[in-house]
């Protein structure tokens, strides 16, 4: 008889938001100082591509993690990943974990041997 036990998920970087809104902004500012150095080298110079790595700060490090980030704060309480011997998967969030702010979300307790 194999006893299934249930590991908690290793923890991982964090690039969501508060919001969606808040985060579309970040991309948008991001993406707009990309565009906007790049574009405007005909204009002003090349001096314009010193404001191309201002974009990182606003990705908070590239293009990828801001859409990675994108993906974490649009399934923030819905989705959870759980291990079991050695094996993830993704699964719906129990109702009482959606709530972020509350300090127990997501912590499981083991029930008492009876």
Do not use: Y
């Not at 005909?42 to 010193?50: E, K, R």
């Not at 490090?61 to 989705?79: E, K």
């Not at 719906?92 to 083991?110: F, N």
């Amino acid at each position: 008889m194999t006893v299934n036990t249930v590991k908690p998920a290793a923890p991982g970087t964090n690039f969501a938001s508060k919001s969606v809104l808040h985060h579309l902004a970040r991309g948008a500012i991001g993406f707009g100082l990309i565009i906007g150095s790049i574009g405007l080298v005909p204009v002003v110079g090349p001096a314009t591509l010193l404001a191309a790595p201002l974009a990182l700060i606003a990705f908070r490090g590239c293009p990828t993690c801001w859409m990675v980030g994108l993906a974490q704060t649009v399934s923030r309480g819905r989705l959870e990943r759980q291990c079991v011997d050695g094996v993830c998967t993704l699964a719906k969030a129990p109702p009482a974990a959606k709530a972020a702010d509350e300090p127990t979300a997501g912590i499981r307790i083991p029930a008492a041997p009876r």
